[in-house]
Structure formats: C-alpha cells, structure tokens
C-alpha cells in the first residue's frame, strides 16, 4: 500500500508543471539582496513575460521600480497588479498616491473614495483623509471659477480651466460644457476636441465623441491628430460620421476635403461636388479642392467654370497639381528644376499637417540631403523633432537654421534655439534685482540674488546662490529687527524640486554675513511658493483684464525658527502695445507667521501700477504701489506706504 501512494505522489509531483517565473524571479531577488536595482528590474520584467498574469510580481517590480525613483513605471505596475487581484487594498492605496503625484488627480480621487466608503481597516480612514486633500483644491477650484465666470469672465482660460477641474472631480456635464465652451471662443484650438471627446466617451456620447476625435485627427495640430487617430477605430470613418463631425467643426477644410474625396471614390460625385464647392471658395489657395472641383465642372461640360479654377491652380505653385490640370488640357508638362527637394518637401508637409510626424523627418532628411543650404527645411526639422520630444536632435537642427539669411527663419529658429538650449542646459545662471523706495520708512531697500543650478537624474535641481538684503540707511533693523531690511550677504547651498501645479519647493543652508558689522550667523531657509495668473498678462498679445496671485510660505531659521506666510494678489487691466505695456490693478496682501509676531502680521490693499517696455529691458518693470494697511496682533496699528520699485532678472 505504502508502495501504490509513493507512486501515485511521484506522479502527481511528476505532472506538476515547472513555474516559468521561478528562474528569473531568484534572480530578481537576489539582485534587490545585493541592492542591484537594474539587474532585479530586468529579472522582475522576464518574470512578467513568463508569467503575466501574477500580481505579485508587478506588486514587486513597482517597489523597486519606487527604489529607483521611476514613480511613473511604478504606478503603472501597480494599476495592473491591482487590476489582477482587486482585493489588495494595499495595492490600490499605493497606486492612487502614485497617480496623485505623477498629475493623474482623476484616479486618485476615484480610488481613494471607493476605498474609504468601503470602511476597511486600516485603510479607510487613511483614504479618507487623501480624499478629502484632492477633492477639497478641486472643489474650491471649481467654485472660483464659477464664480469668475458668473462675474463677467469669458475667456479661454477661464472655461477650459474649470472645465480641467470639473473633469478630474468627475462632473462630466460641467466639464463637457466649458470643454465646449472653451473651443468654441477659440476653435483654431482643435486639441481641446480631443478632451471634450473623453469626456463625452465617459458619458456615454459615444457618436458626439466620435465626431469630435475625427475633427480633431484632420484639423488640428499634429500632437492632437496623432492623439486623435490612435483613440479613433482602425477602419476608415464612414461618411455620417464625417458629416457628424462637420456639424460639430463647419470650418474644418482637411476634414470637408476627406469627406469630398471619401464620395467621389463611392461614386457619388453629385454628394461630393457641394463639398468641393465650398473648399474652393474658401480658403482661396486650396488648390488640391480647386482642382478636384475643376475637374468634376469640366467632366460635365461646364468648361468655363471649370477654366477659372484651373487657372488658378496653373499659376499655383503645385507643380504636380499644374501638370495634372495640363494633361486634362492636352497641354505640354512642365519639368521640376529640383524634383526631389520639392517632391520631398511637398510630401513633408503634409505628413505634417497630417500628424505623421515620423513620415515628416523622413521626407525633411530627404529634402535637406537634396540641397542642404535649405534653412527653412533645417528649421522644420527643428519644429519636428521637438514634436517628437527628441530635443537633442531638434536642437542641432535649430543651430542649423539660425544661420539662414532669411531673417524670418533665423529668428524664429535663434529663439527656439535658446528657448530648448535654456531647458536641456545642465547648468543655469538666474539673477533678479529689486530696489524698491518705501515712503514709510523713508528708505531704499535692496534685494537680489546670483544662483547657479545644476540638473541631475534626481526629483530636485541642487544649487548655490548668494543672496542681498539691506537698505541705504541700515537703521530699519534697530526698529523691526526682520521687517525689511536683515542687512546681510547670504551664501548657501540648496536644493529645488520642478514646478508641478504652479508650485515649487526648496530648501537652503548657507551664512548670514552682516555688512554692517561683520557678525557671520547660520542660516537655514526652505519654502513652497505657488503662483498663477490668468487673463492678459504682462506679456499677452493683447490688452484686457488679468489676474495674479502668489503664495509663500518660508522657514527661517535665524527669526527663532519662525515660518512666514506671504499671500498677494493682483486683479486689474493690462493697456497698451507690448511695446510698452502698463498694468493698473488692486493689490490685496496678507503676511502672517506662525509665532504670532507683530511685525510678521498684517493685512494692506491699495491701488497699483506697473511699466514695462520702452527703454527697459525685456525682463524688467517699474512699480508703484500705494496701499493703507493694519497690523493683526498686538496694538492694531494703521499705516500708509508708496513704494516705488524695479524689478529686473534674467537666466542664462
């Protein structure tokens, strides 16, 4: 008996398969034993290949992938972990941070509230809170808005703002109606279409969604085409739904265009003659429409009709279209002095306007290969391959271009240039200056700062920096001993995370060296600063009504390890030219601390204004700002103040 169950055991064991995971997943941990984080992410991601369907390992491989500082593979991994094994709360918690801080607020916020309405512990109450820190800015954000809005606001902005919120807080019908709105004020804005489109999808507009992406993938910009395309069906649009999307988009001529072409190849020319009718009217230089139509006119007889377009496609530039007209007209063809330059050239572009941006480079390497002392073909290359986010290359390609004797060409191109130069720098100069005379002190005070940055592969930028404050007079500390003035140069060392949100933190040891007296103190600062501005800026194209406002909060160490808060806010009317510019707006400024100082607590408002251009620098402005204000503890005492200040800064 013992014998016919050792047997049976053998088999059983013997027809077990093999766990395809198991080699590569030794290795995997091993490599974490040794803290070899590449070698176990390779070993993790041949364990998924073997086995794709085991959550454990994508649970794993997210946490070495957090070890490396790669948050965004690592939410990806945990999404699918969570997606196998939907009872791993544990999972789903790590996945909703991950997406609140790689930008995806939407997901985080559904995660957290069906977690925390769950009750299970000890994770409801933890989801609860992080429901209420995403919801709470969204619902506040939605409710400003609104409110702008129902006070006269009616801009871009403003509608595709609220309508960003209303759709992360899951209020699709708000969202799809400033969507809507948005687009509509500014309708050249076609990639606004492929976010309507979503948010239509989520409500179950499948049709209007549709409509929107198809308009999208013919008239808008080549990043939102090639978005629209891949969310479109793989088969070729049916001509209800061109017709559908036409409703929607009226003025979209590469869309209109397709759809005339879509019915000539069914046969139905009398359906696709309006079509053609239209486009050939307006925009005038649409030749490919002219011609189309031109020869529908002169197929049925109406050769006078048809002569007035083909004429105007024969004095075109299309060489192609030209020679098409000719052979119809049994004239003779004419010969490209550069064929391959123009047929490249030709082909470029409208793999660009179509969204293929890869087709694009490879018809521009063919063009510029063909006459490589063609600038304008260098600084298509440029604009390419920064669609691409091949920086790097697009670069080399803008250096190229600004070298054009066309001054058309080698601005546009200098200023890309340094634009993406400035942002793939390893290393940054900033400076700022700000004198600024104060009535109420009868004083001028100075403050700037030198600061160099270096970029890494980590989430923040260190650097190092050396800081001015003081006034003319040095009196102010004796009174306020940090109200305006510390009268110290501050050297030190810090370190700076990207801007997310409008949001920026930072951190800073250095010295404090009084000027005046020699005394060296240790400094420590940090802060988070957040700044926003919507509506027509100082530097918007045209004048109207803005609105700005900035929030800081700042440690300093050397005020008794005090924590400062500074909140201003601007709102008022930008007038005149860029060329010279103005501002006229109502300050409202609260400072306050966290140790309830008087000199740290107060509120002022009043009138201001601001100058820029003429003959200042690019970077700089004057102003004046006359403001009433009260201290908020101790003795309530009111004040009156004119400023008069100059700001100037520039990167390097």
Wanted: one cysteine or more; glycine letters at 6%; hydrophobic letters at 45%.
């Amino acid at each position: 008996m013992r014998a016919v169950i050792l047997f049976a055991a053998c088999g059983l064991a013997w027809a077990q398969a093999p766990d395809p995971a198991y080699e590569p997943l030794s290795r995997a941990y091993e490599a974490l034993r040794s803290q070899d984080y590449d070698a176990a992410i390779a070993s993790f991601l041949k364990a998924i290949e073997a086995s794709p369907q085991r959550a454990s390992i994508r649970k794993d491989l997210g946490y070495t992938y957090l070890k490396t500082g790669e948050n965004e593979r690592a939410r990806d991994q945990f999404r699918d972990a969570m997606g196998m094994d939907a009872a791993d709360t544990q999972v789903a918690m790590e996945y909703a941070f991950l997406a609140y801080e790689t930008k995806q607020r939407q997901q985080a916020r559904r995660i957290f509230d069906r977690i925390r309405k769950s009750g299970e512990a000890p994770f409801a109450a933890t989801a609860e809170q992080a429901f209420q820190n995403v919801d709470g800015p969204l619902a506040a954000g939605i409710a400003r808005w609104t409110k702008a809005i129902e006070m006269g606001a009616d801009d871009f902005s403003v509608h595709f703002d609220l309508a960003t919120l209303a759709e992360e807080r899951d209020e699709m019908e708000l969202s799809a109606a400033h969507y809507e709105k948005a687009w509509r004020l500014q309708p050249e804005r076609r990639y606004v279409l492929v976010d309507l489109a979503r948010v239509w999808q989520a409500l179950g507009r499948t049709e209007d969604a549709r409509a929107a992406l198809l308009a999208a993938s013919r008239g808008g910009g080549p990043r939102a085409a090639e978005t629209a395309r891949e969310l479109l069906p793989e088969r070729y649009p049916y001509v209800s739904e061109f017709r559908r999307a036409l409703e929607l988009d009226p003025s979209n001529a590469d869309l209109r265009r397709d759809l005339g072409f879509l019915l000539l190849k069914m046969d139905r020319e009398e359906e696709a003659e309006p079509e053609f009718q239209k486009l050939a009217a307006t925009p005038p230089d649409d030749l490919l429409s002219a011609t189309q139509l031109g020869f529908l006119l002169n197929a049925r007889g109406e050769t006078d009709a048809a002569k007035l377009l083909f004429d105007r496609v024969l004095a075109g530039k299309d060489l192609d279209l030209a020679n098409r007209v000719r052979a119809v007209l049994r004239l003779p063809q004419v010969a490209a002095s550069q064929p391959a330059a123009v047929d490249a050239k030709e082909m470029a572009e409208r793999s660009f306007k179509a969204g293929y941006m890869k087709d694009a480079v490879k018809y521009l390497l063919m063009a510029h290969d063909s006459d490589p002392a063609d600038c304008a073909v260098a600084l298509r290359l440029g604009w390419t391959y920064n669609i691409l986010h091949q920086d790097s290359e697009a670069i080399q390609w803008f250096d190229l271009a600004r070298a054009s004797s066309d001054p058309r060409i080698s601005k546009e191109a200098a200023t890309a240039y340094r634009n993406l130069r400035a942002a793939d720098a390893s290393f940054h100069v900033t400076v700022w200056l700000f004198p600024l005379f104060s009535s109420r002190w009868s004083d001028t005070f100075g403050y700037g700062q030198i600061k160099a940055d270096f970029a890494t592969h980590l989430p923040v930028r260190p650097y190092v920096s050396v800081r001015l404050i003081g006034d003319t007079r040095g009196a102010i500390g004796a009174v306020f001993p940090v109200y305006l003035s510390e009268s110290s140069v501050i050297p030190g060392i810090g370190v700076k995370t990207a801007v997310w949100r409008y949001a920026m933190a930072w951190a800073e040891a250095g010295l404090a060296i009084r000027y005046l007296t020699g005394h060296v103190l240790s400094d420590y600062r940090a802060g988070v600063t957040w700044s926003r501005g919507v509506g027509h800026l100082m530097g918007a194209e045209s004048a109207g009504w803005f609105a700005e406002s900035n929030l800081d909060a700042v440690f300093v160490s050397r005020f008794g390890n005090d924590t400062l808060v500074y909140g201003q806010a601007r709102n008022g009317y930008t007038v005149g030219p860029k060329a010279f510019r103005a501002q006229f707006y109502w300050n409202s400024n609260l400072t306050f601390d966290q140790k309830r100082q008087a000199w740290a607590s107060f509120f002022e408002m009043g009138p201001g204004l601001k100058l820029a251009g003429a003959l200042l620098p690019k970077s700089a402005f004057i102003a004046f700002n006359a403001v009433q204000g009260r201290y908020l503890v101790g003795p309530r005492t009111a004040f009156t103040d004119l400023r008069v200040g100059l700001w100037y800064a520039f990167t390097h």
